[in-house]
């Protein structure tokens, strides 16, 4: 699935390459459900086609969506990390907010981060968030953002959230 991009006049630009915000409705669910299987892929020892099948998703578009496999052996095997936009939430200044990263390495910070917020609201304990105090990230448009670490804050942030225990952390772009 390659679309014709509309600044590089006849060139295709790749999916995995455009950002979220220019995507379709249907090329962010296909990213969102390869992201996953990228996800799992990197987590266990089934096979990309495997995985593939069991999300009722084809290697094909997993591989056109992002870019994120190489071929050795003749096996399909996930990359270290990729640089795939996604739309993911933060916590910032006292708010929740969804921010577009391109990096898995950012989006991996951000899960540590979120782990730490969890671990810091079931046990009280604020240790878990000082490894994210004045640690900054850097979104899809070279914006900074400082992850909250004030428990209160984090306290006031979650009881805003309806149902904590499903809480996402990709966001819906807006």
């Known amino acids: 699935m390659i679309l014709r991009s509309t600044n590089k006049g006849n ?57 994120a496999f190489k071929k050795i052996n003749n096996k399909w095997v996930p990359k270290k990390y990729d640089r795939i936009s996604r739309v993911i939430k933060i916590n910032e200044n006292g708010k929740e907010k969804s921010i577009e990263i391109k990096d898995s390495r950012i989006a991996s910070s951000i899960g540590s981060y979120h782990n730490a917020v969890k671990q810091f609201l079931n046990t009280g304990d604020k240790k878990s968030l000082s490894e994210f105090r004045n640690k900054k990230i850097k979104d899809a448009h070279g914006k900074l953002h400082k992850f909250e670490t004030n428990p209160k804050k984090i306290i006031e942030i979650n009881e805003r959230i309806e149902e904590p225990e499903f809480y996402e952390i990709y966001g819906d772009g807006t």
């Open 11 to 67: 060139k295709k630009t790749p999916i995995y390459r455009k950002s979220w915000t220019g995507l379709t409705a249907r090329q962010k669910l296909f990213r969102e459900r390869s992201l996953e299987i990228l996800s799992i892929a990197k987590k266990s020892k089934q096979s990309l086609s495997e995985i593939a099948k069991k999300n009722h998703v084809s290697v094909g578009t997993v591989i056109k969506n992002t870019n």
